[in-house]
């Protein structure tokens, strides 16, 4: 639909670089010889999805007039000098575009750290939560209810605010709570941790 178009959803895309941050193994980051020739950064954002607002987009380099004056040879680019990235235009993704990449290990640590917390929100511990918890992340993230804390050899960490309703007695009750997940390309979200704080 032409209303989905004029949306402010950017994707960042390198056309001379394939190479994205889901090809690299999160203990490690990126690495490795792909580094001489694209910088972390433009790896780390490639292919993936923004709203184009301050604190949750990348930022890009704000450069002096006499640079620009001087850049005859067309090389600043949107990040650095020499920068392939552009900024493409894309519809407001659905909850349906996102893929939440989330370890069992991630889902262990929440039974086993945050059981009486998930409790005292009216809520029980076990894997019906932690669906209703995924649906609330990838909604929260297409609303643009995210913030980037960082770019660097991991991706792009970023905390996305999510509101859930209490259940049981706590069901008049709604609840903010934090998430974090680094942004990958493509609609793709993986978990850092699945709920972190109020």
Known sequence: MLAEWTSKWIKVVDKLNRIVIDDFDYTNGIQGPITKKHCV???????CWFLEEDGK???ETNYEIEEIIKDTKNKIGLYHYNCHCKKIDIPIPKKSDIKLIISQGKIEWLFKDKSEWIKSLGHEPNLKF?????????????????????????????TVYIDIEGNGEKRDKKYSLKSGF????????????????K
Do not use: M, W
């Open 130 to 158: 932690v669906e209703y918890i995924k649906d609330k992340i990838a909604e929260s993230y297409c609303e643009g209810k995210y913030h980037i804390r960082s770019i660097d050899k991991y991706g792009v960490r970023s």
């Open 182 to 197: 680094s942004i990958f390309s493509n609609g793709k979200l993986k978990c850092n941790t699945l709920i972190g704080g």
């Open 41 to 47: 950064k433009c790896i780390a954002i490639n292919q």
């Open 57 to 59: 987009k990348p930022e």
